[in-house]
């Protein structure tokens, strides 16, 4: 407090000090248009108020922050929402392990089905909406990431590796194959691009012919 009372009282005093002011506009020898212009506003009694030094001693009015202030009334309009991604992805969740089920059931019956017969059974147990659904083609998308052999690409999935950090359409054949209790141990899936399959009833919706094929642990 004391440093703020003798800067203050400083800077005071040094406004009406004219003297070294006079001294060095006469040494510089300036017209006297430079004193009526630099000085005389310092004699004016009634000086309009500006921004000076002295501002910043003054008491400052703490304003609240209104970025904040929003982000609560956003969280508290929303509430307990999801978010679109969220929604999607639960549908998608839901939809691969319905989907993967029907895949490991018809594994456990015949052990091998190819694509075609794997649509069919999902006609038969969905109707044409679970052929035309949004989340078919991307189930059979991730089914359908292998490394070539030969003249064919192949992808094996394990079914009793640890759930949790897998891509969503390997965690519902996870999810399925414990449910069913089945005697696979692994799914191996073949694709052979040169030969496409019509996925639904869009003639431009083509997939590569696939061959689900069911091995149990004797057979790996």
Known sequence: EWICQVRMKSLFDRRYQFQEA??????????????????????????????????????????????????????????????????????????????????????????????????????????????????LIPFLIELNKGTRNGEAYEAIFDLHVPRGQNEPAVEALLSAAAQSGGESHRIRVISRPERRVLIGEEEDVYLSYLTFIGERLHEV
């Not at 060095?24 to 017209?31: G, T, Y």
């Not at 998608?92 to 190819?114: C, H, K």
Request: aromatic share 6%; glycine share 6%; net charge negative.
């Open 22 to 135: 006079l001294e060095n506009h006469i040494h510089a020898n300036v017209p006297n248009e430079v004193h009526i212009v630099e000085m005389h506003p310092l004699l004016l009694p009634n000086v309009s108020r500006t921004f000076g030094l002295c501002s910043i001693f003054e008491p400052q009015r703490i304003v609240g922050r209104k970025v904040e202030d929003m982000e609560v009334k956003t969280s508290e309009e929303w509430g307990d929402r999801k978010s679109i991604e969220k929604i999607v992805e639960g549908r998608q969740d839901e939809n691969f392990r319905i989907y993967a089920q029907l895949l490991v059931d018809a594994l456990a019956e015949s052990e091998t089905i190819d694509l075609p017969a794997y649509l069919s059974v999902i006609r038969t147990c969905l109707g044409d909406e679970g052929i035309d659904h949004i989340d």
